[in-house]
């Protein structure tokens, strides 16, 4: 009967000692991926839960759907929506009292607050976190120097050549959500906005966008600004 000599037992051992290193290695994957999976649970359910406060009426969830599904388009007109885009989509007005730039920032500060946490941040790739918060900081002014901020900033003004009738439900949205400024106020300011965007060489920043919603967001912007000149 063969004798098994130290040389096995050895072996043996640290075969177990392995299998053990393993199983806690799992254990440890698995504990961080529960933990990652309700991270990301609660933190779905608190942006839901701002998109949907009462004060806001276009930059709702509404608002965060259309986005989201302009991405889409833009996506299957070839651009790279990165996730990185898609978290700063998800944040970009998740903070909205109605202040340019503070709101942006404020959404770019929760975005590092809430991703930079140790349960997503152990998950999320280098460097993932302070990209989002700089895509959410570019919608202040959507002056997009980069493709991914370029995509965002797109999806975001998709709005502005949408069909005429869903144009003018959306600025009227907007006067609402103004609704503590007196409308020779707005007015100006409203203005100043569109007069800004009608002056750019072009207002979407992509291909993909420019086909698709420049020369309609221009007619619906012309129009929007004949209505405030006359008060309308």
Do not use: K
């Amino acid at each position: 009967m063969p004798v098994r000599g130290r040389a096995d037992a050895d072996a043996d051992a640290d075969a177990d000692a392995d299998a053990d290193a393993d199983a806690d290695a799992d254990a440890d994957a698995d504990a961080s991926t529960g933990t990652a999976s309700s991270a990301w649970s609660a933190l779905g359910s608190d942006l839901l839960a701002r998109w949907g406060e009462p004060h806001r009426t276009y930059h709702d969830l509404r608002h965060l759907e259309a986005v989201l599904l302009d991405l889409d388009l833009l996506r299957l007109d070839g651009a790279d929506v990165t996730p990185e885009v898609l978290l700063a989509a998800w944040f970009h007005d998740a903070v909205h009292d109605g202040s340019t730039p503070q709101d942006e920032q404020a959404s770019a500060a929760l975005a590092l607050q809430a991703l930079g946490g140790p349960a997503l941040s152990a998950v999320l790739p280098e460097g993932i976190v302070t990209e989002v918060a700089r895509l959410v900081r570019v919608t202040a002014d959507h002056r997009a120097q980069d493709t991914a901020a370029a995509i965002l900033c797109d999806a975001d003004l998709a709005i502005l050549g949408a069909p005429e009738n869903r144009y003018r439900a959306y600025a009227e949205d907007v006067r609402r959500e103004y609704s503590h400024v007196t409308d020779d106020d707005f007015a100006r300011g409203r203005t100043a906005v569109l007069t800004s965007l009608l002056s750019a060489g072009r207002i979407f920043a992509t291909d993909a966008g420019h086909t698709r919603w420049e020369l309609r967001a221009r007619s619906n912007i012309a129009a929007e600004l004949d209505r405030l000149a006359r008060g309308a």
